[in-house]
Structures are given as structure tokens and as C-alpha cells.
């Protein structure tokens, strides 16, 4: 069963961080790209960042650049995303989502996360003023 499990949202203070988790299962990251979205209540699904491994390549969100970091350890089939300096606009659910065939050098293109093969369930994050 093809499934993607994020975890490590909570609840942080503004200035703070934290490292969120996407496990992948019943397939190979090598043959994927993997994506972060977030949404917050009310708000549109923003695309965060992504990275490919069949070409290999990665992308971030002008509003995270600078501050996030994305990062996969194929061994564990575990895509991640490092949030640094947070800040309160940062605040909402956070998905990973997976591609086949995907080069995140043209991510921007599937911002709006048309495209995606698999979903996650979420993970929140809170950040605190």
C-alpha cells in the first residue's frame, strides 16, 4: 500500500524551529519527486518546497527561502523539511505529496499541487508571537 505519513508539527515559538518528516511506503523515492505544501484556515494550498532524486534537483517558495531546508535520506525512504526562524504566518497544516516523473526545477509550474500522484494527511504547526 502506497502511503506517506508526515510528522514533527507543534508548537513552536517565533524565532524557533523545528524538522518536519514525510515516511514514505510501498514505493522508491529514487522514482519521485517529493513536495511540502501548507494551508492555513481560510488560505489557499501553497506550494513549499520540493525535491527530485531521478533528476535531481530542489525548490522553495520565495516566503521560505532563506529559512527552510529540504533533505531526504533514501535509506529511510524520509523526506524533510527544516524550518528555521519561523514565524507566525508560518502557522498551518503541512502535507507531503508525491510525483512521479517530477523535476522540481520547474515546481514552480504545480505550485497549486495539481499533479500530485499521493497525499498525506497533515501535520500541524503552530508558531507562536
Known amino acids: 500500500e502506497v502511503k506517506l505519513v508526515e510528522s514533527g508539527g507543534g508548537l513552536v515559538q517565533a524565532g524557533g524551529s523545528l524538522r518536519l518528516s514525510c515516511a514514505a511506503s510501498?514505493?522508491?523515492?529514487?522514482?519521485?519527486?517529493i513536495a511540502w505544501f501548507r494551508q492555513a484556515p481560510g488560505k489557499e494550498r501553497e506550494g513549499v518546497s520540493c525535491?527530485?532524486?531521478?533528476?535531481?534537483?530542489?525548490y522553495y517558495a520565495d516566503s521560505v527561502k532563506g529559512r527552510f531546508t529540504i533533505s531526504s535520506d533514501n535509506a529511510k525512504n524520509t523526506v524533510y523539511l527544516q524550518m528555521r526562524r519561523l514565524k507566525p504566518e508560518d502557522t498551518a497544516v503541512y502535507y507531503c505529496?508525491?510525483?512521479?516523473?517530477?523535476?522540481?526545477?520547474?515546481?514552480?509550474?504545480?505550485?497549486?499541487?495539481?499533479?500530485?500522484?499521493?497525499w498525506g494527511k497533515g501535520t500541524l504547526v503552530t508558531v507562536s508571537s
Open positions: 505529496a508525491a510525483a512521479e516523473g517530477l523535476s522540481c526545477d520547474f515546481f514552480s509550474e504545480y505550485a497549486d499541487g495539481h499533479g500530485m500522484d499521493y
Open positions: 525535491i527530485s532524486h531521478s533528476i535531481t534537483s530542489t
Open positions: 510501498g514505493f522508491r523515492l529514487d522514482d519521485y519527486a
